[in-house]
């Protein structure tokens, strides 16, 4: 193994070798990549079985169990039911915000893997708990699952922080939008697994504690992957001076690949040019993701972690079965469909994302959503029927069926846009000293988003005003939210290596043309003019803009 003096760079070599540095060939996929970025969004999986789960307040004998009122077909839930069953989902989002930072900060102080392992193993325990709840005194049981909720929160906020994170950093540059996609793949598949198995455990009594009993498989299998066959991030280790060890997992990465040693070694010095520019300002800290560039990466992170429940993902993911129970639907069987088809349309995105770019599918896939919900207020509106209560009424029946339409085609629509691109960006967007931190401010600010939107306020607005408040409610907060962020806070990042993606961010203040680096709003402006050229249908080169910069920068050298 080359000690890190031979593998560091001198000043000419750097020079002599610039180019083929960052437009070297990239290294390809093999065995030990795929295993490593495999267990990495295999995370998904968890976050998406917990998802299901949501379902399983809808079974009778849950809330039989629980005290709870059984819900009668064709009518909604009480405002109290309601208060007292989106309490399930907001404890279990309110913990994942708070272990979310302590994520971010553990994981840039003591590597990927260890937070990967507590992850799993906290998130376990809280899945074992809810198994058991009600067991010893069934008074108790309600408060005994939200404590259970408590304690696989904490690993969801660290599974949701660094998994993706950890993937971003493994994959090859151009796999990478298909690496993190395919986490959002698997939280679908969790989805759709666990809303299976609710389909055929509903009439069990004791069936919804299977339910909770099937996260702790997938857990298991974290925690031996984990231990025994992950290797650690290479640019945590460039990071903590341990370029011995980032050699040899890069070229673990690297095995199969043309002139796989070249590759190597020029991802390590890539790597280590990042990380050096970044250390010669110290450690990265929390006030720094208030600095320069690390600032517009910063507001995009939240703003589009915080977007993607904006537009109303956990709303039907959450409560599918109350809504489609209360439209008059079989509420299990269209529940499976919805979350079968959110499952196939994210297979797609793996394809779409690399291809069509991110800024393509955000664009088009935000004005898409909101002509959804469009569409369901002005039907709503113009025949007056209320759609959670049932009649025999033809018109209203009709209007249902729309309603429950819409429903699918908002769910298509988010798995190939918002769904992987609400981990894809701001999994990638942060230099390497503060991606941790970056990261978990960015799932902090979806869990808000999430509990607000998707656990509390749609659901509990309706339960309290009417479907129509509601949807005004939506497509204000879209149009607020969802539509600004896709349109202005966004740009291309397709096909964009890590170490260059403060170039594609260049912030500050008052701006430095010089350095390549404009102000907050010209930086906006940057991203409004891309959103012109995408809804011109033209395509958008991230490299011709790096290229200029960086010969600007060489320039001033």
């Known amino acids: 193994m080359e000690s890190a003096s031979k593998v560091k760079p001198c000043a000419d070599d750097a020079k002599s070798s610039g180019d083929d540095i960052h437009n070297g060939v990239e290294r390809a996929l093999n065995f030990y990549s795929v295993l490593a970025i495999f267990v990495a969004v295999f995370g998904g999986l968890l976050f998406g079985l917990d998802i299901g789960t949501a379902s399983i307040t809808s079974m009778n004998h849950f809330r039989e169990e629980m005290g709870i009122p059984i819900q009668v077909s064709g009518h909604a839930d009480s405002s109290a039911v309601v208060k007292q069953v989106s309490m399930f989902p907001i404890v279990f989002h309110i913990t994942t915000l708070c272990g979310a930072p302590f994520a971010g900060q553990i994981s840039d102080r003591y590597g990927r893997k260890p937070v990967m392992l507590a992850a799993a193993i906290l998130f376990c325990i809280g899945a074992l708990w809810q198994v058991f709840a009600g067991m010893i005194s069934q008074s108790f049981g309600w408060t005994s699952i939200l404590l259970g909720r408590v304690v696989g929160g904490f690993g969801n906020g660290f599974i949701l922080t660094i998994m993706p994170v950890y993937a971003s950093e493994l994959a090859p540059t151009k796999y990478r939008g298909m690496t993190i996609t395919s986490f959002q793949l698997f939280i679908t598949i969790g989805i759709f697994v666990m809303t299976l198995i609710n389909y055929y455990i509903e009439d069990y009594k004791w069936g919804w504690r299977l339910g909770f009993g099937v996260q702790a498989i997938p857990c298991a299998i974290v925690i031996l992957m984990t231990l025994f066959f992950l290797p650690e991030s290479p640019r945590y280790l460039v990071q903590q001076d341990r370029d011995d060890e980032a050699i040899a997992a890069i070229r673990h990465l690297s095995k199969g690949s043309p002139d796989e040693d070249k590759v190597a070694r020029n991802e390590l010095l890539r790597i280590q040019e990042e990380v050096a520019a970044v250390k010669a300002h110290g450690n990265g800290s929390w006030g720094e993701l208030l600095q320069g560039t690390n600032f517009a990466s910063l ?143 960015a799932i902090a600010s979806n869990m808000v988003g999430n509990i607000c939107f998707g656990d509390f306020g749609y659901q509990n607005l309706n339960a309290a005003t009417s479907m129509s408040l509601t949807m005004v409610v939506v497509v204000l907060a879209n149009v607020m939210f969802v539509l600004v962020t896709a349109l202005f806070l966004v740009p291309e990042t397709k096909s964009v290596v890590l170490e260059d993606i403060p170039i594609v961010f260049g912030f500050c203040p008052k701006g430095d043309a010089a350095a390549g680096l404009g102000t907050m709003r010209q930086f906006a402006m940057r991203n409004g003019k891309q959103a012109k050229s995408v809804l011109a249908c033209k395509s958008i080169d991230p490299q011709i803009e790096i290229a200029a910069k960086r010969s600007a920068r060489n320039a001033q050298v």
């Open 299 to 441: 507001l995009c992170g939240i703003m589009v972690s915080f977007s993607q429940q904006v537009t109303g993902i956990n709303w039907f993911m959450n409560y599918a079965t109350q809504l489609f129970s209360a439209l008059g639907f079989a509420p299990f069987t269209f529940d499976l469909l919805l979350k079968l088809l959110n499952m196939v349309s994210t297979i797609l995105a793996i394809f779409l994302v690399e291809r069509a770019g991110r800024k393509s599918m955000i664009v088009f896939g935000t004005l898409a959503i909101l002509g959804v919900y469009l569409a369901m207020f002005i039907i709503i509106e113009a025949t007056g029927v209320d759609v959670t209560v049932s009649t025999p009424d033809s018109l209203e029946k009709a209007v249902q069926t729309f309603f429950v339409a819409m429903i699918f085609v908002y769910q298509f629509l988010f798995a190939v846009t918002w769904g992987p691109l609400g981990f894809i960006l701001p999994a990638e967007i942060f230099p390497t000293r503060v991606r941790g931190k970056g990261m978990s401010i």
